[in-house]
């Protein structure tokens, strides 16, 4: 196995694109290596891209934050400015495993691991996340949801990696928030996850809102439809019925030893609802 | 992994060590393996456990998931380099609050804490809680860590009790040093050079015949020694009960469950590390499986094993009066089905030894519970005589049951023998969940009555449980659970049977407390049926027919010393507190959660069931007058080494820092039987109470005093007090025994049982322990989820030897009967790792308010009784009594209570 650190972006998509199949891009590692050991299998080549400038910084820009690559979950919920904009991204970014975890795991791993439960990724759809994405042939820019296609598989193209996430300024008047459902207080994998964004009107109503539902489905669900049964709402109870009616609808789970396909459509209703109370009541403090 | 980027530097508390392991190697491997840094832990290589935390520049971090190559530069802490005040504070605080156990997860968690303490000198118990979240412990219940770090800066409270006042007293553990210098002798942690390295091949199937292609040459390219059943030089059965050893050390030509092993490769570790064990040339030919007692219990299953048909082990009975007419009878009936899963011990350490020859005696340095079980079986697979086999157990990361089986013994010993090496082996995390025994899951069937009154009238039980593949411990289980399934209560009619069936799954074998945990789900449940049936308050139906003096248990045997009343009447002020908080919360709940509270109550024998089981201790003093304690009973976190001590230093009149230990180790120690069976405490103490007063006897015979008060080595002697009275006794120059010694005795003790009768009658066990607990939890109705907000448990220790050590077992127990309850299942095949399998962190354990009631025992060493098990059998009851209560619905049937069956009961009751 070839254990590449390389110290510019150049040379990271330059490795990606000569390496063999199992070539893999290394951040905290906290899929990649308990992933070699599980499934007992040899890389050909690791880019660690720790040690590349710039690729750990959270970056405040006229329109929004930039978090690089290697910026360690850990990080952002230290970064005060970030935590008071996108406090539902942070949560559940702070959300990923234990104390240790928290200090390698990033939010790229996270999208790129294209695990349907990862706790980040319906967060950051929900508050309309752009994944930067390096390339041999230059840059590109798509919405994170674009990336995942399903369980371990990304659209990402031979050679790319991506180099930052991007959160979008929301504007005033707004609020996000992520929930997710275990079995456990802590360290355990999402059976459920929802995040939601919302923004208010000056009359207190939802102007806009967006909502995502994380592992009940082969890949994170943008459910537009539940989203716009509480906009030009105040979020009363029918609001919030309709909203949990609409999840469960959208959702299309699994059954396993974590929960049936019933519960958690059951739980992903639940908890959207709690969720977007949360949003609303920060959208209103904001 | 091999490549060829450049070296790596590691600065390691300041200074700096040239790596020559590949930069993509784990951290964890290099700083143990490379830089003998052995306090790094590893339980599970996958960051769930916590147990390789350490310090990257101040930062807790799992070494396992690092790459060496990413913690170049920076600033490296484990445990062993640290120096500083502040750690020097939190081990004696770690010490004084008995915060290590077992001690496998110490260093870890120290580091964690380490890492909080130095922002925050004072944490908050949230504080705690959020900087251990990715440490977990499977002994303590967390709360003794919890309280040793909150409360650093109080003044230690080291007891040294004067001589003859040990038992009693919170003494620290004799043995916990070593555990917080994080220097403490694991099996993975014994590596002389030139270590051979073992690694079993496993099968991938869970029933299968098999036929191995050329395995010397393909041993040979890849230049590591491969050893196969043909190679197995003795007999190659193993088991843990005579007459029932089934069990292949190496599978021949079939296999029974999934990750049996068929073959070993041996071989220098750089080589049999990364080998790729997928190439090893076997072909397989599967069979039709079974994974449950009912699919075993079909008359259609595949059979494992040609003695035993329809796949019953074993069966065990207990019948007592008439108990059809009595249930007939009865004003009020209540009848349910109970399941209960696979539950793995998931100690954090995983199955390790090493293997040495010495002479041609072979020396096995390995984690058990069974020293003296280890050397017969295996001598007898190896073809070896007994007394050419010596077991010094390795300080065991936490046993449950599941290391009172072979593990690594006979692997390592037969690669040591075809090798001439010392040759180790370190199981994976998933190897040990595959290869190492469960608790069995039962599915059982019970009916209680009762009458208008609520006196219990009768009960009828039984229980099928799967006894995966081999027998292991199934038989005990088979017989524990009739015994004890009427509950520690009056129930003069009555019958209980049990049958261990076999199937694919893992082999169940012994898990605190021996199926008792299991029945005590389907009895609890019932009781709160019958006292809502009978309108009476759930407490009081159980004081009502709680077992007292001189009672006759459903073996017929009279009891005495039974402290069962007295811990449910020191529960009732709590049970009041309680019920009126939970209805007050519930009255002004408008939103998910409601409350409930629940109790159930145990008891348990203590030692092995109608058959012989002794202990014996000696205690040698050297003509110096050094006084040597051989104590064979195995401390698995338990505490035996810290209560076998107290006991023998008072019984003597000895203080108890004049004690050395010696052992546990097959050559040095008398045999004291199993850590099992919460037998320790009372049958090796009660021999060390025996051997403690032989030998102050022996003392006194040397003075003409009429008696002492206290005896303490002296310069080449010993001096005897009495009153104002002071003689010595000297030692020195005197004749020796061919072990040194100039005074030597030694005494041994077996419970005087009686074999059971073909109805189960007879005296099962000498010494009974008793408890109970109340559950107060929160349940969110429409998500499922359960907190356990408190535990109240009231134990009958009859005498509390060290009442730190009880309140450890209570805490750590109540955290594994949690797990029962609320989140442990093993799925056979799918959950063999630590995030899969769930098991409590600090953040699921509640508080835990313990109640220690000594109701002397007249047989128990100063009275006192086991405990070990008896903690964690109320546990899950109380907590599915609770969430009955919580939610009205109306029966909790099977367990775990996962959140989605929980909201299946609750969307069904309503
Ligand atoms: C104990 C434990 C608990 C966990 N708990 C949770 C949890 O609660 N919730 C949760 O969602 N996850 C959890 N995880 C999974 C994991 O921690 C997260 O998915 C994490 O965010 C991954 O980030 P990383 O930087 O460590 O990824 P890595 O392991 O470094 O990489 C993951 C994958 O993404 C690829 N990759 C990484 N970065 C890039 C990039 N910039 N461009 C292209 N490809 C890239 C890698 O090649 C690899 O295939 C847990 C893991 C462990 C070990
Ligand atoms: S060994 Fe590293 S977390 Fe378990
Ligand atoms: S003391 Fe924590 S695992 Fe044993």
Redesign the interface.
């Known amino acids: 196995m070839r254990y590449e650190r390389p110290a510019t972006i150049e040379d990271v998509t330059a490795l990606l694109a000569s390496g063999g199949e199992k070539s893999f891009v290394l951040a905290g590692g906290t899929d990649l290596l308990v992933r070699m050991k599980n499934d007992a299998f040899e890389a050909d080549l690791i880019v660690d891209i720790k040690a590349i400038e710039g690729m750990s910084d959270v970056t405040r820009t006229a329109d929004g934050f930039e978090i690089g690559a290697a910026v360690p979950c850990a990080a952002l919920g230290e970064n005060a400015e970030l935590s008071r904009v996108w406090p539902g991204v942070v949560e559940a970014a702070n959300l990923i495993g234990s104390t240790q975890i928290q200090g390698r795991c990033t939010i790229s791993g996270n999208l790129c691991n294209a695990s349907p439960a990862a706790d980040s990724v319906p967060a950051m759809v929900a508050a309309g996340a752009l994944a930067r994405i390096a390339g041999p042939d230059g840059r590109r820019t798509v919405p994170v949801q674009d990336i995942p296609q399903g369980p371990g598989k990304t659209s990402l193209r031979k050679g790319e990696f991506i180099e930052a996430i991007v959160l979008p300024d929301p504007g005033p008047r707004s609020g996000d928030a992520y929930l997710r459902f275990i079995p456990r207080t802590e360290m355990d994998i999402a059976v459920v996850g929802v995040g939601v964004q919302l923004t208010l009107a000056e009359d207190g109503s939802i102007a806009s809102a967006r909502v995502a539902l994380g592992a009940v489905g082969p890949k994170v669900i943008e459910a537009t439809e539940a989203a716009e049964t509480i906009i030009g709402t105040r979020l009363d109870q029918p609001a919030l019925d309709a909203l949990a009616a609409v999840c469960s609808e959208v959702s299309t789970p699994i059954a396993d030893k974590r929960g049936t396909v019933d519960f958690r459509k059951q739980v992903v209703g639940v908890l959207a609802a709690r969720a977007a109370k949360i949003a609303y009541q920060r959208a209103g403090e904001d | 992994?091999?490549?060829?980027?450049a070296p790596v530097t590691l600065r390691v508390a300041g200074r700096e060590h040239a790596i020559t392991s590949?930069?993509?190697r784990?951290l964890s491997e290099v700083l143990r393996e490379e830089l003998g840094l052995r306090s790094v832990k590893i339980g599970c290589?996958?960051?769930?456990c916590?147990a390789c935390?350490i310090l990257?520049d101040g930062?807790?971090?799992?070494a396992?998931?690092?790459?060496v190559?990413?913690a170049a530069g920076a600033e490296i802490e484990t445990l062993e380099t640290l120096d500083d005040p502040l750690v020097a504070q939190l081990k004696a605080s770690f010490l004084d609050h008995g915060a290590a156990q077992c001690g496998i997860c110490t260093p870890g968690v120290m580091m964690?804490a380490v890492e909080l303490l130095r922002e925050t000198p004072a944490p908050s118990e949230a504080q705690v809680h959020?900087?251990l979240?990715?440490?977990l412990c499977r002994c303590t219940g967390y709360r003794k860590i919890i309280e040793a770090i909150c409360a650093l800066d109080t003044p230690a409270v080291e007891t040294r009790p004067e001589a003859g006042q040990a038992v009693g007293a919170p003494v620290r553990r004799v043995d916990g040093r070593a555990k917080v210098d994080g220097t403490e002798v694991y099996g993975a942690d014994h590596v002389p050079l030139g270590t051979l390295l073992v690694r079993a091949v496993r099968s991938p199937h869970f029933h299968a015949d098999f036929e191995l292609g050329d395995v010397s040459t393909w041993g040979a390219r890849r230049d590591v020694i491969v050893l196969t059943a043909r190679d197995v030089p003795g007999e190659n059965r193993f088991g843990t009960i005579p007459g029932l050893e089934d069990q292949p050390a190496i599978a021949e030509a079939r296999v029974r469950y999934l990750g049996e092993p068929v073959a070993l490769v041996v071989g220098a570790p750089d080589v049999v590390e990364?080998l790729?064990l997928?190439t090893f040339p076997v072909e397989w030919h599967p069979l039709g499986h079974s994974l449950t007692e009912a699919e075993g219990a079909a008359d259609d299953a595949p059979q494992l094993h040609d003695h035993r048909p329809g796949n019953t082990l074993i069966r065990g009975r207990v019948i007592s009066g008439r108990p059809e007419e009595a249930l007939a009878g009865s004003r009020h009936v209540a009848r349910g089905r109970f399941e209960t899963s696979y539950v793995e011990h998931a100690y954090i350490e995983p199955e390790a030894g090493i293997a040495w020859l010495d002479d041609d005696t072979l020396v096995i340095q390995a984690c058990t519970q069974a020293p003296v079980l280890d050397r017969d079986e295996t001598a007898k697979v190896l073809g070896l005589p007994k007394d050419k086999v010596r077991i010094i157990p390795a300080a065991s990361g936490g046993g449950f049951g599941a290391k009172l089986d072979l593990s690594v013994q006979p692997l390592i010993g037969l690669a040591t023998l075809a090798t001439g090496q010392p040759c180790r082996m370190v199981w994976s995390r998933?190897e040990s969940m595959l290869a190492s025994t469960k608790r069995h899951p039962g599915t059982m069937e019970a009916e209680i009555g009762c009458g208008a009154d609520g006196r219990i009238t009768g009960m009828t039980f039984h229980g099928d449980f799967n006894t995966g593949a081999y027998a292991s411990w199934g038989p005990t289980v088979a017989m524990r659970v009739p015994v004890h399934a009427s509950g520690p209560y009056r129930t003069a009619n009555f019958r209980a049977t049990a049958r261990a069936v076999h199937s694919n799954g893992p082999s169940s074998g012994a898990f605190r407390g021996f199926g008792v945990p299991q029945a005590a789900i389907a009895q609890e449940s019932l009781y709160d049926d019958l006292a809502r049936a009978a309108g009476i308050d759930r407490l009081a139906f159980r004081r009502l027919n709680a077992l007292r003096d001189g009672d006759r248990t459903t073996c017929g045997q009279e009891l005495h010393g039974v402290g069962l009343g007295a811990c449910l009447d020191a529960l009732a002020e709590h049970w009041h507190r309680a019920t009126h908080e939970a209805a007050e919360f519930n009255a002004g709940a408008t939103g998910?959660l409601r409350r409930g509270i629940g109790i159930a109550s145990c008891w348990y024998g203590c030692g092995n069931t109608g058959l012989p089981n002794p202990s014996t201790i000696r205690i040698g003093i050297t003509p110096a007058g050094q006084v040597m304690l051989h104590q064979g009973a195995t401390d698995i976190g338990q505490g035996a080494n810290t209560v076998i001590t107290q006991i023998a230093a008072d019984a003597a009149g000895l203080p108890l820092d004049a004690l050395t230990l010696v052992g546990p180790d097959t050559a040095l120690t008398p045999d004291c039987g199993k850590t099992s069976a919460s037998r320790q405490t009372y049958v090796t103490g009660k021999a060390a109470e025996a051997a403690g007063r032989a030998l102050r006897a022996e003392i006194m015979r040397r003075t003409n005093l009429p008696d002492c008060d206290a005896i303490e080595p002296v310069e080449g002697g010993l001096r005897v007090r009495h009153g104002a009275q002071v003689q010595d006794v000297a030692l020195s120059g005197t004749q020796t025994d061919e072990l040194g010694y100039a005074i030597r005795v030694e005494e041994t003790y077996d419970p005087p049982t009686t074999a059971l009768d073909a109805d189960g009658q007879g005296t099962p066990y000498a010494v009974y322990g008793y408890g109970a607990q109340i559950a107060e939890v929160e349940v969110d109705l429409?998500?499922?989820?359960t907190?356990v907000l408190h535990m109240i448990a009231a134990h009958d220790v009859g005498r509390a030897i060290n009442p730190q050590l009880c309140v450890g077992q209570i805490e750590g127990g109540i955290a594994q009967g949690l797990g029962l309850a609320?989140?442990e299942?093993f799925?056979p095949g799918?959950?063999e790792?630590l995030?899969?399998y769930?098991i409590?962190?600090i953040?699921?354990m509640p508080k835990v308010t313990s109640i220690l009631i000594e109701t002397p025992d007249p047989e128990g060493p100063m009275g006192a009784k086991g405990l070990g098990e008896h903690v964690l059998i109320p546990t899950a009851p109380a907590i599915l009594n609770a969430i009955r209560d919580a939610t009205g619905v109306a029966a909790l049937n099977k367990v775990p209570v996962?959140?989605?069956r929980l909201?299946?009961a609750i969307r069904g009751h309503a």
């Open positions: 992994m091999k490549d060829g980027t590949a930069p993509g784990r290589d996958a960051g769930d916590g935390t990257v930062v807790q971090h799992c396992c998931l690092m790459p190559a990413q964690a959020e900087a979240g990715g440490v990364p790729d997928g998933s998910a429409d998500l499922g989820t907190r609320l989140m299942e799925l799918r959950t790792n995030h899969d769930l409590p962190t953040g699921d996962l959140p989605h909201r299946a």
